[in-house]
Every structure is written in structure tokens, then in C-alpha cells.
């Protein structure tokens, strides 16, 4: 018998108001810092400059220079001071730039952010958010590329985000910023104009709660983040086809929802799991292994799993479309493995 | 009997020193019983800076501190019934046995938590000093850390950010000439003051076997961060009497008439002693009195130790997520 499950299905939108990605992102951080003085911004050119995303825009302006930080190149150094703040009773916001230089504030969110909690038994608390980019195709080689959630969701005390609508990112980052655990938020560059609906009225999304974007029948297809746009299109192409899949997105790589992974699986009978992070001790590699103990028993398939290559992503365009996973493979794998019986 | 304001605080201030001298003896001697899991870094010479550092601070003012953290946190209002317990990994400890020697935190005293990476703490010290700032409180954070914390970059980077943003923070840098098992002229390049002299950080150079003398840095340090006129540093000049840790007992890497030349001219309980009883602040009963007394503290606080509980299994994966 599958567990009733917990996760939530795609809101019906009342009020089809469309904006994009980094507006949601913008208007979660602005309605936040409204609702609470706690909350500040620090990052690299977050104040006038709005990040090179433009993400930011606006916000230096209603809340000033004193809550929306412009930092030095000091990726360890404002993770830390944040930490810092927030352990004296802030509520920080984080801006790195790129995922990828998450690896120079390491030491201050694994062994310090993350650890505060525990090895005080309890008594200091690091509500912190740190925001950040992932994803490939950007063009902009091995260095501004990397997907590197996995990192961060091998460490406990850590929450890990990675919201893939507007709708999602907006009521995800909130609900970020009010949780009283460090939480690292990444946002896929690719999708900052991607435009969704998101309703005018309050709401948050709780963090460890899945959603099915799409439902289906043949096969569960657990999408992340970038890879939820390339799994729905994919999902599309196949309905053609007359294969049903159903797209799962986790939302949060921890806290993780078990239960609706290994329900859509166990009701599918097979699945596979997409991430844009290394495909080698990745996030997939979690994900598959969650359903593949958990839906044993259903599977009539092996559980697969499509990540990004295990080489640095190179420049060139053709080069690394090669890298990550594309529409075009998802079909083709979901082809194959429901041909399986 | 002099009874003047002076002779009270210095007394105290030799009284906080000694209770971190007994209770560093105390756990070297559990660590040599086999009573104590795991291992401990010393603070045995460097008491003074302790103690100089947080009798100018108050209760609800920030310190962090380091793998070398007991005097630091007992000079900052710990008790040492709860810090022994923490070192046996007892539930009645500071951080219910889960933290040990390297990570004992007590908000309610200010303790923001040791670290066991050296220059860990920077740049949430920095960060409390930031919060103290948006709150709009009087509030001033200490940053503790030895001179091996200089090899690390983090520290540039927040004290840069500190003296930008005019934080109350004040980093103070114990060189006890040995980072970790080699001498720091092996591994710190120039004048180590001349490095927060380039951000615009004041640097007051102190004999950290002084208390007096640390406590008058520190007292202008903190002045001036509450003032809001921003960040200080302060170079102790200390000795570690013992190895880098409990386990470091042969120290092929300096001599015994070096440590021995320290302990007999730089002591810094002798030193401050000696200067009470030359002012005739103090008479030598009264130390061995005081000495008598805080043997009974630390015992009983071994003892409180030694016999509480260890955590129960269920709390390994408690405080994981608040």
C-alpha cells in the first residue's frame, strides 16, 4: 500500500498574474524585509547594481544601503559575518553570485553555519539564508557553471532549495528566510526571465514538500530545479507518443519528501531522476536510491538517473550542450525504459 | 588589610586567572587518568590575556573564541562545573556533550561558541559586531584567536569589511609564538601589526603576561568600538606553557629552558602577585587563601563532572535542525 501522500498539486491560479523568476525572487526578499527588520541583504553588488542579474533591482532604493549590503569579493568573509549576524539575532540574506563560488565560503557553511546549532545543543541558531545561482548553457565555462547543490546536501544542518517556477521560488524563499536553519537557496540563471503565474495575495511554500507538476500513469519523472522545464517538455513530447509521465519535483533536496517520491514510483512502476548536478555521487544518485528502496517491490524497471557529465563544463557551445541533460535524452531514456516490461 | 577599589579588582582579576590555571591542571590530569575522551589544547601561561580582555567587556557583550578556548570561556562568566562536564561529554554540559573542548558556547554569558578552525570565529565575530550595529545596541564583540588564525585569509577579509563598515569588534590576537608545532617566524611573513595597519585597524602591541597592562588595551579597544569609532587589534605577546594539546608532551621544537625561562620571569599570576604585594595591595596569605579556595571550586566542579550522566541515545540526532 503507498502512503497517502503529502505533496502538494500545482495551485489553481485565480488571478493569472504573470512575472518572471528574479521579480519573484525580488518581491519575496522585499516583502520580508517589510515584514521584518531583521532581514538584511549582503552580497556583491547587490545595492545599485541589483546583481549582475538584475535580481535585486529596486530593493537598495525602499530599503536603503543599511539593509541591502554591498560587500567586498569576500565570499568567506560575508558568509561568515552573516553567520555572525544571524547567531546575535539577524536574519541575513546571502547573495553569491555564482554557485560556483560557493566553494570559497565552504568552511563557513559547512563547518560553521551548519554545525552552530548542534554543537551548542541547541542554545545558538543560524537563521540564514544564503542565495545562489546553478546551471550550464550560460556559455560561460567551467567556472560560472557548476550545479553544486550536492555539496551542500551532504551536510546536516544545512536546508537545501532549489526552487523551479516563480510561484515556487517566491513562496520557497520565504519560507527560507522565517526558518531558523541555514538554508542554501539556488536559483538557475537560465530561468531568471522564465514568467509564471504568482498570486498578488501572501502565501509561502513549507521547505521538504514536494509537488507534481504534471500527473501521469507510465512513469515518474523526478525533476530539479533547471531540469523540471526540460522534464515537462520532455513529459509533453511523449504524451504524443501515447506514454504518460508524471514530472515530481522534490522543491528541496533536504529537508527531503520521501514519501511523495516513493508513492509516485511505487503508483508509475518507473522512474527516472534528473538533476543538473555532476551525475557521479550527485543528487541523482540520493533520489534513485530513496525510490529505489522505497518502491522496490513496484519497480518494473530499473530506477535511472541523467545528471550533468563528469568533466568540467567546457565554453563551447557545442561542447557543453554535450554536458547536461537535454529533452531530446530524457525521451529517448524514457522510451527505453518504458519498452522494459 | 588594603580594602581599596584597586586591590578588589586586581585580586579578582588574580582570582579569575588562577581558577583557569587549577582548572587547565585539573584537566591535564583527567587527560592523564584516561578520564577525559578525546584531547584538550591548554591555555596554561596565557591567562592573562583571558582575563585582562573580558574584565573589560560586559555581561552582554560578544566573545568568540578557539580550540585553545577553556580560559576564554571561563573568563567570560562560564562555570566550571558545566565546562568540566562538556569536556567528559556529559548531558549536563554547556552544549550537552555534543560540543567538547573545541566548541563550548554559553550565550547566556556572551560566549558565542569556540571553534576548531582557526580563524573560524573571524568572521562571526565580525558579524555579531554587525548585528550589535543594525540593532543600534552598545554592544561590542571579541574576537579571540591565536597567531596561527593569521594564516588563514578569512581573517583579512572581515577585518577589511570591519574597518569599512567601522564595526565594534576587536580582534585579539594571542601570539604564543607557536602555531600549533612550529615556531610562527617559520610561518608569518613582515610585522604582524602591520597587517590590520594596512585596513586602518589600531593596533596596540601588549604584553599579554600583564593583565594590568592587557586590560588597559583592551578597556581603550572597547571604549572606542562602543563609541562607534570601529575595530581594534590587539597583539598579546604570550607563551604556552605546555604543547600544542595534552598529547604533545616531548615538544622537540623548542627548548625546557625556554619554557622554563617564562615560567620562572613571565608568569603571569607571579607577575601579578608580586605587584600586589610590592603596592601593598595584598599579603601573601591572602593568595594562598585564594588558591585554597579555588582548588575546592574546581574540585568540586571534577566531581559534579565525574559523576553526572551521558547524553541519551536519542539526543545524538537532536539539535541537528532547530
Not at chain 1, 522496490?296 to 563528469?310: I, K, S
Not at chain 2, 591548554?42 to 567587556?57: D, M, N
Request: glycine share 8%; net charge negative.
Amino acid at each position: 500500500m503507498s502512503m497517502p501522500s503529502a505533496a502538494a498539486t500545482p495551485p489553481a491560479y485565480s488571478a493569472a498574474r504573470e512575472i518572471t523568476f528574479a521579480q519573484a525572487v525580488r518581491e519575496a526578499l522585499a516583502e520580508e524585509m517589510r515584514r521584518d527588520p531583521r532581514v538584511f541583504i549582503i552580497g556583491e553588488d547587490v545595492a545599485e547594481a541589483g546583481t549582475p542579474f538584475k535580481v535585486l533591482s529596486g530593493l537598495v532604493q525602499e530599503f536603503g544601503p543599511q539593509r541591502v549590503i554591498d560587500s567586498p569579493i569576500s565570499e568567506a568573509g560575508i558568509t561568515g559575518i552573516a553567520t555572525g549576524a544571524a547567531m546575535a539575532g539577524m536574519r541575513p540574506v546571502v547573495d553569491i553570485m555564482f554557485g560556483d563560488f560557493i566553494t570559497l565560503a565552504m568552511d563557513q557553511i559547512a563547518n560553521q553555519a551548519a554545525k552552530v546549532h548542534y554543537m551548542s545543543g541547541g542554545k545558538l541558531r543560524v537563521p540564514l539564508v544564503v542565495r545562489t545561482t546553478l546551471g550550464a548553457t550560460r556559455r560561460s565555462a567551467a567556472q560560472h557553471s557548476q550545479s553544486l547543490h550536492a555539496w551542500v546536501s551532504h551536510i546536516p544542518g544545512l536546508k537545501v532549495a532549489l526552487p523551479s517556477t516563480p510561484y515556487d521560488a517566491k513562496g520557497l524563499l520565504k519560507s527560507a528566510i522565517r526558518d531558523d536553519n541555514p538554508v542554501v537557496f539556488f536559483e538557475d540563471k537560465m530561468m531568471y526571465t522564465l514568467r509564471g503565474p504568482v498570486p498578488e495575495e501572501e502565501y509561502t511554500i513549507p521547505l521538504g514538500v514536494a509537488e507534481v507538476k504534471r500527473p501521469g500513469t507510465d512513469l515518474t519523472l523526478v525533476a530539479t530545479s533547471s531540469m523540471v522545464q526540460v522534464a515537462m517538455e520532455a513529459a509533453e513530447a511523449l504524451a504524443a507518443e501515447g506514454i504518460s509521465v508524471e514530472v515530481v519535483d522534490p522543491r528541496t533536496t533536504v529537508p527531503l519528501d520521501r514519501e511523495t517520491l516513493i508513492a509516485s514510483a511505487r503508483k508509475t512502476g518507473r522512474a527516472l531522476v534528473l538533476d543538473e548536478g555532476y551525475e557521479q555521487y550527485g543528487v541523482t544518485a540520493e533520489l534513485a536510491s530513496v525510490i529505489a528502496e522505497g518502491a522496490f517491490y513496484h519497480l518494473e524497471a530499473p530506477v535511472r538517473r541523467m545528471g550533468a557529465m563528469h568533466v568540467p563544463i567546457p565554453f563551447s557551445p557545442v561542447l557543453e550542450d554535450l554536458t547536461v541533460p537535454t529533452v531530446e535524452r530524457v525521451v529517448a531514456a524514457v522510451r527505453e525504459l518504458v519498452a522494459r516490461t | 588589610m588594603p580594602g581599596s577599589a584597586e586591590a578588589a579588582q586586581w585580586l579578582q582579576a588574580y582570582r579569575e586567572m588562577l581558577a583557569i590555571r587549577i582548572f587547565e591542571e585539573r584537566v591535564h590530569d583527567l587527560y592523564r587518568r584516561g578520564k577525559m575522551p578525546g584531547l584538550a589544547h591548554l591555555y596554561i601561561g596565557q591567562e592573562a590575556v583571558a582575563v585582562g580582555v573580558c574584565r573589560a567587556l560586559r555581561p552582554d557583550d560578544y566573545i568568540t573564541s578557539t580550540h585553545r578556548g577553556h580560559g576564554h570561556c571561563l573568563a567570560k562568566g562560564a562555570a566550571p562545573d558545566r565546562m568540566f562536564a562538556e569536556l567528559l561529554g556529559k548531558a549536563a554540559g554547556y552544549c550537552r556533550g555534543k560540543g567538547g573542548s573545541m566548541h563550548i558556547a554559553d550565550p547566556d554569558s556572551g560566549n558565542l561558541g569556540a571553534n576548531a578552525i582557526v580563524a573560524g570565529s573571524t568572521g562571526i565575530a565580525t558579524g555579531a559586531a554587525l548585528a550589535a550595529k543594525m540593532r543600534g545596541t552598545d554592544q561590542v564583540a571579541v574576537c579571540f584567536f591565536g597567531e596561527g588564525a593569521l594564516g588563514q585569509g578569512i581573517l583579512y577579509e572581515v577585518m577589511n569589511m570591519a574597518a569599512l563598515w567601522r564595526l565594534p569588534v576587536i580582534y585579539v590576537c594571542e601570539n604564543n609564538l607557536y602555531t600549533e608545532y612550529t615556531h610562527y617566524s617559520e610561518t608569518t611573513a613582515g610585522e604582524v601589526g602591520a597587517r590590520p595597519a594596512a585596513f586602518g585597524i589600531p593596533v596596540h602591541e601588549v604584553d599579554g603576561q600583564d593583565v594590568r597592562a592587557v586590560y588597559a588595551a583592551a578597556s581603550a579597544a572597547v571604549q572606542r568600538a562602543r563609541r562607534g569609532d570601529g575595530p581594534s587589534f590587539l597583539l598579546c605577546h604570550t607563551y604556552r606553557y605546555l604543547g600544542h594539546h595534552v598529547g604533545d608532551v616531548d615538544r622537540s621544537y623548542r627548548s625546557r629552558e625556554e619554557e622554563e625561562r617564562w615560567r620562572r620571569e613571565r608568569d603571569p599570576l607571579q607577575l601579578l602577585s608580586a605587584w600586589l604585594t610590592a603596592q601593598g595591595l595584598a599579603e601573601p596569605a591572602v593568595f594562598e587563601r585564594m588558591g585554597e579556595e579555588v582548588r575546592r571550586e574546581v574540585e568540586a566542579g571534577v566531581a559534579f563532572a565525574l559523576d553526572a550522566p551521558y547524553p541519551e541515545a536519542e539526543e545524538v540526532a537532536r539539535h541537528v535542525y532547530a
